[in-house]
T-cell receptor, first 111, second 117 residues
């Protein structure tokens, strides 16, 4: 089954404790992206990647890092999480302009 | 820069009625795509329908159709014969085709649709 997977789905952590949210797609898509969703703001792009070893910032990259060492994986790294990074995070991949496939979301709470 | 405006924070509709969710957009790009996504209470983002700016006909996918009025910069989603399972948050989004490499979607703030039995 073609899909985008994210782990963990839910995470409660404390300020400053490094964490990684994994994202994997099995559709051989070159393009992958991370968004965060906050009430009243819709979804905003954090980082994106056009291909292996090619990444760039989106609209809200502060406090996040990414890497793209393999085509299928695009982890989101929070080196020192803060409460304002409490959000719902989505990974997405795309084969082209018509469709983006979203993962199931990761609900992160930073205390 | 692109901007999506969804002016209806919430809507209540009787089951089996048709419903129109409003979306207006602002862009200086000539070629772009418009998308609608559904987000049920479980949280996942479900792609519903796509409209290209140069498509001559309005897009349709089953009970979903997109009322695209390019001159007005509007891309309203129409759901025919609404069902209880249509209760969800709905997001309008767009992406300019000229952004080489970044397929970033710009989202509106969403409309929460509730279907009443």
């Amino acid at each position: 089954e073609a899909q985008v997977t994210q782990n963990p789905r839910y995470l409660i952590t404390v300020t400053g404790k490094k964490l990684t949210v994994t994202c994997s797609q099995n559709m051989n898509h070159e393009y992958m992206s991370w968004y965060r969703q906050d009430p009243g703001l819709g979804l905003r792009q954090i980082y994106y990647s056009m291909n292996v070893e090619v990444t760039d910032k989106g609209d809200v990259p502060e406090g996040y890092k990414v890497s793209r060492k393999e085509k299928r994986n695009f982890p989101l790294i929070l080196e020192s999480p803060s409460p304002n990074q409490t959000s719902l995070y989505f990974c997405a991949s795309s084969p082209g302009r018509h469709t983006q496939y979203f993962g199931p979301g990761t609900r992160l709470t930073v205390l | 820069a692109q901007k999506i405006t969804q002016t209806q924070p919430g809507m209540f509709v009787q089951e089996k009625e048709a419903v129109t969710l409003d979306c207006t957009y602002d862009t200086s790009d000539q070629s772009y795509g418009l998308f609608w996504y559904k987000q049920p209470s479980s949280g996942e983002m479900i792609f519903l329908i796509y409209q290209g700016s140069y498509d001559e006909q309005n897009a349709t996918e089953g009970r979903y159709s997109l009322n695209f009025q390019k001159a007005r910069k509007s891309a309203n989603l129409v759901i025919s014969a609404s069902q209880l399972g249509d209760s969800a948050m709905y997001f309008c989004a767009m992406r300019p085709h000229g952004n080489f490499g970044n397929e970033k979607l710009t989202f509106g703030t969403g409309t929460r649709l509730t279907i009443i039995p």
